[in-house]
């Protein structure tokens, strides 16, 4: 991985499963949310953005996501311009991401057909409406890896119960279930912990950990330097749209280059 | 009519007129009642089906794109929901009568007439309680079907599914003024039975109309109750389906 400011602070190997963004900026009209910042994360790896609220994170993971466009720089996936190729090829690169976004954001209907949803999407046409009538005459039969997904963060006893029914905490480890259902090559996951009690964001953290064993490339945005020293391999400091600093996550926290990154790491105020 | 019919009628007063008469006797033949209950329920189903394959992409589009246009047309809809009947009504017939548009059609005094005039009068009311409720949903619940790798289309299911309580209730605000409908069916329709006792485009509406007309009152709030128990049905059957599509 390699993140900092400019394009060639970002690394372009183009192996299996990197997404890179390389010098991106975007501005929603009102001045620069994110400017000149590069990040790429590879396989495996498990890189946490860090940083107080309000300095684009979130427009950063969007940007990652494929969701916006960037006003300047470019995101690639394995080599591929995200943004240079048509709107069926960027679908296709779009769903080998997976998002986890602060609220749980769960769809009115069971944890099953919850966790469900990406991987029912990916079928054809003919497979989910054969699938949907299936459904109304007999029981359901949630596939596998469904069932799999709920297993790493801890709920999959709870396959048939409603998801409006969950606390704040499980509905949370069903969302990040739901983005790990259908095996994305990379998981962006914006502050998802910041409201939930120790417990729930242990097994969010152990969860985060094993897809970085299993593979998948993890991005976490958050403010929680005390997370980000938990789980990452490496650590991006973002402020004011840019990254001050960034690299292996002991030399963020025990040597800071930059002074601004110091009073971060160290609880000072920024600003 | 016997004292025991008369009596029936009102009250079953013994136990042996029970046993050998109905509580009340039917003051016309059960083919009539079934051919307007079908004629009511063929043309609001129809038109109501219709309305609503036209209505939610409409809502959709209105509720979740910007338009040159975007607010005249979502106070049209809004007006649209007040439309006289009688006016509508007036309106299809010109429409389909030999010097209209869709004269060569022959449609005038026929059921499908009568589809088009309550399609005209259920599309305003489905399509803006259809738009409150998709623009009521949570915009970060279609964020999470975007992310999770849904196409445009997908993104609007999953909006549908998520604000379909609110969508029933717009079929059924819609079903409610087709099959109560008077004016304009009476007017694009014609009122017809033929000499078989069978309606041609006879609801149970304008039946009712043409029973109390005439003196029938007995007949008429009968006509009534029947009509009263298919829109509970037809508001059960829905609101069921509805429930069904829950934990889906």
Known sequence: ?271 | MSPCSAAATVAPLAADCLLVTPLFEFPFESVYVRSIVFVSLYVSVLAVLLSTAVSLPVALVVGFSEFPGKRLLTSLINTGMGFPSVVVGLLVLFTVSSQGPLGELDLVFTKEAMIISQFVLATPAITAISLAAVTSVDSNLRDAARALGGTRLDVALVTIKEARYGIVTAVLAGFGRAISEVGSVLIVGGNIAGADGVSKTRTLTTAIQLEARQGRYETAMILGGILVVVVLAVNALVVRLGDDGVMR
């Open chain 1, 1 to 271: 991985m390699t993140v900092g400011r400019g394009r060639a602070a970002s690394r372009s190997t183009g192996s299996a499963g990197t997404l890179e963004a390389a010098g991106v900026s975007f501005d929603y009209g009102d001045g620069a949310v994110v400017e000149d910042v590069s990040l790429a994360v590879d396989s495996g790896e498990v890189v946490v953005v860090i940083g107080p609220s309000g300095v684009g994170k979130t427009t950063l993971l969007g940007l990652l996501a494929l969701f916006e466009r960037p006003d300047d720089g470019t995101v690639t996936f394995d080599g591929t311009d995200a943004w240079a190729v048509d709107e069926s090829q960027r679908l296709a690169l779009r769903r080998r991401i997976g998002v986890v976004f602060q609220d749980a954001n769960l769809f009115d209907a069971s944890v099953a057909r919850n966790v469900e949803y990406g991987l029912r999407i990916r079928r054809s046409w003919r497979d989910r409406i054969r699938d949907a009538l299936g459904s109304v005459i007999g029981p359901d039969r949630p596939p596998g890896a469904v069932r799999e997904a709920l297993s790493v963060v801890g709920m999959a006893d709870d396959l048939d119960s409603p998801a409006a029914s969950l606390s704040g905490g499980e509905a949370q480890r069903v969302s990040f279930a739901r983005a790990l259902a259908y095996d994305p090559d990379v998981l962006l996951l914006d502050e998802p912990t910041s409201d939930l009690d120790p417990r729930n964001t242990a097994v969010i953290e152990d969860a985060i950990t094993e897809a970085g064993e299993r593979g998948i490339g993890v991005v976490v945005a958050t403010h929680d330097m005390h997370q980000a020293r938990r789980i990452a391999d490496r650590v991006a400091v973002l402020l004011d749209g840019t990254v001050l600093e960034s690299g292996p996550t002991d030399a963020i926290f025990e040597n800071p280059a930059d002074e601004r990154t110091r009073k971060f790491v160290e609880g000072e105020l920024v600003y």
